[in-house]
């Protein structure tokens, strides 16, 4: 199965990397009707030390959202959840990196940006992220 710098591979060449440290790359993905939505992947352990890729995908800035309303929609997906860090809403998901296939990382990663894209245009009726 993959490991981190395997997913930075995927990555790097499927899509335009807009930042990258040692242990995040951060990229857009496009949506629908030529929105497009960003995503943020960090390398993260679980208490075991076991590594995963966490993904966040930004909805909106937490103080300009009904939150209520955010959360009931929230509930229909299937992945990921709605958390709030630094003042911006993200819808979060969590892959174990040696037990996904580099294919499993797109789908991770689409899973993710059509949930927060779908938020951010019902909730904001914008295309910011």
Do not use: N
């Amino acid at each position: 199965m993959a490991g981190w710098d395997d997913l930075i591979s995927y990555v790097r060449v499927r899509y335009e990397v807009m930042r990258h440290t040692d242990d995040e790359v951060w990229f857009e993905l496009p949506t629908r009707d030529e929105r497009t939505q960003l995503v943020a992947v960090r390398r993260v352990s679980d208490a075991d030390g076991h590594p995963w890729a966490r993904l966040d995908s930004p909805v909106g800035r937490a103080g300009e959202l009904d939150l209520h309303r955010l959360l009931e929609l929230a509930a229909a997906s299937v992945v990921g959840g709605a958390v709030s860090t630094g003042g911006v809403v993200v819808i979060r998901h969590a892959v174990p990196l040696h037990e996904t296939a580099p294919a499993g990382f797109e789908r991770a990663f689409r899973a993710v940006v059509d949930v927060a894209d779908r938020l951010e245009e019902e909730l904001t009726g914008r295309d910011e992220h």
